[in-house]
């Protein structure tokens, strides 16, 4: 296990122009600048033009609270990001450092997203053959085509296979696997 940890603390995703993005889709935050838009062009209103106090007094503090949430998203959004505060790297590095796995055969990484997760086991155990699946809902931004291209420039392509599957119901034999990871799922 300790070779396993000096051999992924050497692993830096990201470094070559891949795209890993964020877990916290655009979307969230247009959706939160959006309402917080709304709810401070409300409060205007009802104080300077339609004179209506405690309705101005409510969206004003919408208007706080969602302030507030959109601050906290976008920090959060930075730490988890790689390259950012690093959170993710240190959850999938604990992840297979925990994992009782010899790096020999096959993996499976169940909810991939954008293929860290799979690159890294990719990265970390150079003799095994890495599955990646995902659902890829649109609104996430991650995709089939955008795994294979981060895992062509990490170097793993070869060994790295990325397809639209349901955590749900995983669409291989028993036992087609000797480990199985899975992150946020």
């Known amino acids: 296990m300790e070779n396993n940890r000096s051999r992924q603390a050497a692993i830096r995703l990201g470094t070559h122009g891949e795209n890993y993005g964020s877990w916290m889709s655009n979307p969230v935050f247009y959706m939160v600048?959006?309402?917080?838009?709304?709810?401070?062009v409300l409060a205007a209103l009802s104080f300077m033009v339609f004179h209506f106090t405690v309705l101005g007094v409510i969206f004003a503090i919408a208007a706080a609270i969602l302030l507030v949430l959109l601050v906290w998203i976008t920090w959060i959004r930075r730490q988890y990001a790689f390259g950012?505060?690093?959170?993710?790297?240190?959850?999938?590095?604990?992840?297979?450092?925990?994992?009782?796995?010899?790096?020999?055969?096959?993996?499976?990484?169940?909810?991939?997203?954008?293929?860290?997760?799979?690159?890294?086991?990719?990265?970390?155990?150079p003799e095994t053959k890495v599955t990646?699946?995902?659902?890829?809902?649109?609104?996430?931004?991650?995709?089939?085509?955008?795994?294979?291209?981060?895992?062509?420039?990490?170097?793993?392509?070869?060994?790295?296979?990325?397809?639209?599957?349901?955590?749900?119901?995983?669409?291989?034999?028993?036992?087609?696997?000797?480990?199985?990871v899975s992150n946020y799922v």
């Open 33 to 40: 600048g959006g309402l917080l838009a709304l709810a401070a």
């Open 132 to 180: 990646g699946i995902d659902y890829w809902a649109a609104v996430y931004n991650y995709s089939q085509a955008l795994c294979e291209e981060n895992a062509a420039s990490e170097g793993v392509a070869a060994r790295c296979r990325f397809q639209h599957g349901d955590a749900n119901k995983l669409d291989f034999p028993d036992e087609s696997f000797d480990a199985v």
């Open 84 to 125: 950012g505060g690093g959170m993710m790297e240190r959850v999938h590095q604990t992840l297979l450092a925990h994992l009782d796995y010899d790096g020999k055969g096959a993996l499976l990484d169940v909810g991939c997203g954008s293929g860290a997760l799979a690159i890294r086991a990719a990265l970390t155990w």
